[in-house]
């Protein structure tokens, strides 16, 4: 039973560039949640995607979009990257929306020079 | 804004040893809590959760406790060994409509001394 994948695992680009990071949902899971983790510090919601849908976003600019697919996966987009985007990049999924404990991927770190 | 924090940023403790891991919540209206354990390179895993009818429930060699009174929760590990080292990190959920929405404290570095 494959868990939360993602990809890549590390990403490197420079100031004002547009970054997609993919995730993959555990097996039976359809709603997909992604966090940012900055270096030393707890995961911060970004925003969960479900029936292809935002249904809730954390306080993050218009900069972070996403899109998920009918076959559940995800996209994270984050357009203009600055300095501080550097984190990792977190997709955690769940059996539904309505189900609270949450399955997180290994992440992808991304730096930005 | 109402956040989750712990107490301690970092733990040492001896193989065999039982640990503490303490973590403080200000939402009051929080109703779901769970604890994460995080590998260097790794997302976080899932450890326990508790809900908030709940004071107490045990896993293999750990337990949550939680006391909505002074609004604590504590993850306790049984006979710790060197592959319990990673950072722990309690999350709890607001409550109503917030699925998907954790809200994480900054987290507590456990080393397990062989």
């Known amino acids: 039973d494959a868990g939360v994948t993602q990809s890549p695992t590390h990403l490197i680009k420079t100031r004002g560039q547009q970054v997609t990071l993919r995730c993959s949902p555990k097996?039976?899971?359809?709603?997909v949640s992604w966090y940012q983790q900055a270096l030393g510090q707890g995961p911060q919601f970004i925003f969960q995607y479900y029936e292809e849908e935002e249904r809730q976003r954390g306080n993050f600019p218009d900069r972070f979009s996403g899109h998920q697919f009918p076959n559940y996966s995800s996209e994270l987009n984050v357009n203009a990257l600055l300095l501080g985007d550097s984190a990792l990049y977190l997709c955690?999924?769940?059996?539904?929306?309505?189900?609270?404990?949450?399955?997180f991927g290994s992440g992808t770190q991304l730096s930005v020079l | 804004g109402e956040n989750v924090g712990l107490h301690l940023p970092t733990l040492s403790v001896q193989e065999g040893d039982n640990s503490i891991i303490n973590c403080a919540y200000s939402?009051?209206?929080?109703?779901?809590f769970i604890w994460y354990k995080q590998e260097s390179g790794k997302g976080p895993q899932f450890i326990i959760d508790i809900r908030s009818n709940m004071d107490k429930r045990q896993g293999q060699r750990v337990t949550v406790l939680l006391n909505k009174t002074v609004k604590h929760l504590s993850l306790q590990i049984a006979a710790t060994q060197p592959g319990d080292s990673a950072v722990y990190f309690c999350?709890?959920?607001?409550?109503?409509?917030?699925?998907?929405?954790?809200?994480f404290g900054q987290g507590t570095i456990l080393t397990v001394h062989p």
């Open positions: 999350a709890e959920y607001p409550g109503g409509t917030s699925y998907g929405k954790l809200t």
């Open positions: 097996s039976g899971h359809d709603t």
């Open positions: 955690a999924s769940s059996r539904d929306r309505y189900n609270e404990k949450l399955f």
């Open positions: 939402n009051s209206a929080s109703d779901y």
